[in-house]
């Protein structure tokens, strides 16, 4: 009976300092975030975070995951940025560029997303290498949800800027 008791509170010991860590972590995520001046590593540290407490990641997980997801992230960000750049190259330029022009732009769009998506199924592979398969349904989750509330935060922040400057 007695070490019944003991190994219930060695297993509830264990998930606390799981959560203690994740706290931890979150935490020195947060400070780090307070420290910095560029707005766009302010969200990825937020986004870092977001994901770690959706996926409730143990700490073998997370050793195994953060390279994985680095690595994804910054080849998915290159190619994002190659095709934004693209797109601000002929905003406003459309009604005067050839039909060539336009086709070549067009192609290198569609080569892009097609470069995007294959790398997607390349990670999703690596991916279940490294968590369980409810993880990574939860990380594409967490991914499209924080998506949803940064844009909700700067619609908001808009909205609070247009009406300061109505008010001054």
Known sequence: MRTGKIAIM?????????????????????????????SRER??????A?????????????EKFWPVYNAYSDEMEALKK???????????????MSD????????????????????FLNYHE????????RKIMLLYRAENDFGK?????WRERQKNNRKNNEEK
Not at 43 to 48: D, L, N, R, T
Not at 82 to 96: M, T, V
Not at 106 to 117: G, S
């Open 10 to 38: 060695n297993g509830a010991t264990h998930i606390w300092k799981i959560y203690a860590v994740g706290l931890l972590l979150l935490f020195g995520l947060y400070v780090g975030v307070m420290g910095q001046n560029n």
């Open 43 to 48: 969200v990825q540290a937020f986004k870092i």
């Open 50 to 62: 977001y994901i770690t407490r959706t996926l409730s990641l143990t700490s073998a997980e997370a």
């Open 82 to 96: 190659e095709n934004r750049i693209r797109q601000r190259s002929i905003r406003g330029n459309i009604l005067s």
């Open 100 to 119: 060539e022009e336009l086709e070549k732009v067009l192609d290198a769009h569609v080569e892009n997303k097609k470069k995007e998506y294959e790398l």
């Open 126 to 133: 690596e991916f279940k290498q490294v968590l369980p398969v």
């Open 149 to 153: 509330k940064i844009l909700e935060e």
